[in-house]
T-cell receptor
Framework: DTEVTQTPKHLVMGMTNKKSLKCEQH?????MYWYKQKAKKPPELMFVYSYEKLSINESVPSRFSPECPNSSLLNLHLHALQPEDSALYLCASSQAQDNSPLHFGNGTRLTVT | GENVGLHLPTLSVQEGDNSIINCAYS??????FIWYKQESGKGPQFIIDIRSNMDKRQGQRVTVLLNKTVKHLSLQIAATQPGDSAVYFCAENSPDSNYQLIWGAGTKLIIKP
């Protein structure tokens, strides 16, 4: 079992829907990440939060909106997605935004219809 | 057309043999390297890391070797077991990249009984 918990495990949504992905960690980590992973590819960084502030946005389209309500929680709000956004969305955390290992959740498998 | 990028490099190893997974990195300023294991349906799992001031680090059944001269990283798994079947990713980190991981393409390890 992973110490980073993601919900839901699977999500199917239409292009007009609004949904949210949730991530939680209780390791006291101060950096949290959203990654997108397509089949047979490495994870691609989307966003980084450091001490609850958005530190990095890798030019992600505005239909993806991150939120960090507190140091343990990270959300990703989805709106008006496209079928090509279907992927595994991974949350990760690390002690800080530095040379410390990332701990990943098991992801949300998102299908956009 | 050609399915470029749809097939991961694959390594097939007999159960009980040692596995060696190789990775070339690109940035001579990278100072931190990490190996992840990703099983089907799960997020990447941290295996072992190494900093640039070392050339070898050992864990339980795993060893990471770093050759900075030729920018090469390898992961050795001793006495490979069926549970080692997964995709293995190397990643590098440097101050140049604001400490965001740069991932290798991944290698799929298959264990033959």
């Amino acid at each position: 079992d992973t110490e980073v918990t993601q919900t839901p495990k699977h999500l199917v949504m239409g292009m007009t829907n609004k949904k949210s992905l949730k991530c939680e960690q209780h390791m006291g980590h101060r950096a949290m990440y959203w990654y997108k992973q397509k089949a047979k590819k490495p994870p691609e960084l989307m966003f980084v939060y450091s001490y609850e502030k958005l530190s990095i946005n890798e030019s992600v389209p505005s239909r993806f909106s991150p939120e960090c309500p507190n140091s343990s929680l990270l959300n990703l709000h989805l709106h008006a997605l496209q079928p090509e956004d279907s992927a595994l969305y991974l949350c990760a955390s690390s002690q800080a935004q530095d040379n410390s290992p990332l701990h990943f959740g098991n992801g949300t498998r998102l299908t956009v219809t | 057309g050609e399915n470029v990028g749809l097939h991961l490099p694959t390594l097939s190893v007999q159960e009980g043999d040692n596995s060696i997974i190789n990775c070339a990195y690109s940035n001579s300023a990278s100072d931190y390297f990490i190996w992840y294991k990703q099983e089907s349906g799960k997020g990447p799992q941290f295996i072992i890391d190494i900093r640039s001031n070392m050339d070898k680090r050992q864990g339980q059944r795993v060893t990471v070797l770093l050759n900075k001269t030729v920018k090469h990283l390898s992961l050795q798994i001793a006495a490979t077991q069926p549970g080692d079947s997964a995709v293995y990713f190397c990643a590098e980190n440097s101050p140049d990249s604001n400490y965001q991981l740069i991932w290798g393409a991944g290698t799929k390890l298959i264990i033959k009984p």
